[in-house]
């Protein structure tokens, strides 16, 4: 039995080795071996950063009330449209103008000693200057007139405040704008304690709108004042919105924690960046959910090959007797195939977003280099890819990063 399994093991291994040399054998592999091109062409190349957002008026006023009463009449509504000054709501004044009322007897009561205490006091220090009158008599009258000057300047205080009090009872809109939030009805009290209560919310024009993203820290150091970012609303899903970013807000920082399967959470930190928003034709809705793609690397009609290209080299064990190869000095290089020559071509790059990478010098477009080398039947011989279509389904990809490319292949 051991003799058998010792035979059928040696057949198997040299049946292995007939197959491979068949395949890899000069004039085998030269018929065997086929090769895929890609076209050194213009395209745009874009990376660009996730994240979740909420779309905002640019300009956003909360309406309230400075005094305690009861609503009596409203005058606008949700979407009303409202100029500055515009009469929107009232208060009831019977309280207000009651208050000032009294306020005013009391006023008045204070003006009437006050300027008989002054008159008092002026003739008073006549005659003392005379030393008509004693000493004490003297500081009798100055004390008279400065208490009735001191009722006098506070009852004119509160007279002011009374009148002010009855004036905002009279509620006007601050702002050209639309009614967003109407947040009391007719009849209702308010009572303005320590807080100003909210009464009606007016968003500027809806026409320029902003979208108040939440960028993960990891991503932060990317994103900078003016790249160009895009994002969708589930309202819409078949539109794409394009803005720009406005403000990066450092000073805004908030954590939240999250928890996974584990007894164990983590922290995320994240920095509220501002994105213009224009929507002219008013379908962008404040308080929309936003999923945006903020693009930290953006060029448009730039040379650039597929990153395989880039990682492609000819194996002179797959290739036939009589292919030549013409290989060159330089970090970065790809390949062409003329004939039965290959020629490698040093080039400089510039920016990649993990599935194409800029071309900056060294081949001229519309060239048509080898991206990989098939076998048949066999899977392709280039090497192992990592970055946007060409990794692995089974390798996680880079933590909330978007690439895009543009790019034109001919196989």
């Not at 009322?101 to 008073?124: I, V, W």
């Not at 920016?351 to 048509?368: C, L, P, S």
Request: aromatic residues 6%; negative net charge; hydrophobic residues 35%.
């Amino acid at each position: 039995m051991k003799t058998k399994k010792i035979i059928l093991i040696a057949v198997v291994v040299v049946a292995a080795v007939c197959v491979c040399v068949w395949l890899f054998s000069g004039s085998a592999a030269k018929h065997k071996i086929s090769y895929a091109t890609a076209t050194v062409s213009k395209a745009d190349i874009a990376s660009s950063v996730t994240a979740t957002g909420t779309i905002e008026p640019v300009t956003e006023v909360e309406v309230g009330t400075q005094v305690s009463g009861i609503i009596d009449k409203i005058y606008v509504d949700y979407n009303s449209v409202v100029k500055k000054g515009q009469l929107i709501a009232e208060m009831d004044r019977i309280t207000l103008q009651n208050d000032l009322a009294s306020q005013q007897a009391t006023f008045d009561g204070a003006k009437a000693e006050y300027e008989y205490q002054q008159k008092n006091y002026e003739r008073n220090k006549g005659l003392h200057d005379k030393q008509l009158i004693s000493d004490t008599d003297y500081e009798t009258a100055l004390y008279n007139y400065q208490h009735a000057k001191s009722s006098y300047d506070s009852s004119k205080a509160s007279l002011a405040k009374a009148q002010r009090n009855l004036s905002y009872a009279t509620i006007t809109s601050p702002i050209d704008g639309v009614v967003i939030s109407r947040d009391v009805e007719a009849g209702q009290t308010v009572a303005s304690g320590f807080e100003t209560p909210t009464l009606f919310t007016i968003a500027a024009d809806l026409t320029q709108m902003q979208v108040v993203a939440d960028v993960d820290e990891a991503d932060i150091g990317g994103v900078e004042v003016g790249q160009r970012a895009s994002f969708t609303v589930d309202a819409y899903p078949n539109d794409t919105f394009e803005g720009k970013v406005t403000q990066i807000r450092l000073g805004d920082a908030s954590t939240s924690s999250s928890s996974s399967t584990t007894s164990s959470s983590s922290t995320v930190v994240t920095y509220e960046v501002v994105i213009s928003a224009p929507n002219p034709d008013l379908k962008l809705k404040p308080r929309l959910t936003a999923n945006i793609n903020i693009y930290i690397v953006d060029k448009q009609g730039v040379l650039c090959v597929p990153n395989k290209a880039l990682r492609f080299t000819p194996e002179p064990a797959l290739i036939g007797k009589d292919e030549t190869i013409k290989d060159c000095q330089g970090n970065h290089k790809v390949w062409t195939l003329e004939g039965n020559t290959f020629t490698a071509h040093a080039v400089q790059t510039g920016i990649t977003n993990g599935v194409a990478t800029e071309i900056t010098g060294g081949i001229a477009e519309g060239t048509k280099v080898i991206t990989e080398a098939t076998a048949a039947g066999m899977p392709s011989l280039s090497p192992d890819t990592a970055g946007g279509e060409d990794r692995s389904p089974f390798m996680p990809g880079p933590r909330r990063r978007n690439n895009n490319a543009k790019t034109t292949q001919n196989k």
